[in-house]
């Protein structure tokens, strides 16, 4: 994670979400080398389809203040991650918008 400068990893066993491993959880400085990856999964709850409206997204994680989401599918299984990089480079690449006259 360092070395790539990612803040979160998720965490699966297989294709089911345990949860994220994030970068600035404290915890990691001190974790031994031999540790298991999910004993520093945080769970989480923020989730979205991948059907969901990209603006629904980025609603949530201003709402619960997170910089990524899981995606997750009819059968539970990860798909992915939408993170605020992925939304502003779709905010970006997206026609423009007149916002004032």
């Known amino acids: 994670m360092e070395s ?9 066993d297989g294709q089911r979400l345990l949860g994220l491993l994030l970068a600035s959880d ?3 400085g ?7 990856v999910s004993e520093y999964a945080v769970p989480t709850t923020e ?3 991948p059907d969901m409206p990209i603006e629904q997204a980025a ?4 709402q619960h203040d997170v910089r990524g989401l899981p995606v997750i599918d009819a059968q539970e299984r990860l798909v992915g991650v939408v993170t605020v990089r992925d939304l502003l480079k779709t905010l970006v690449e997206a026609p423009p918008v007149v916002l004032w006259k």
Do not use: E, H, K, Y
């Open 59 to 62: 609603f949530l994680m201003l």
């Open 26 to 28: 404290p915890r990691l």
């Open 47 to 49: 989730q979205i389809r």
């Open 4 to 12: 790539s400068g990612l803040r979160c990893l998720p965490v699966v």
């Open 30 to 36: 001190t974790a031994p080398p031999d540790a298991q």
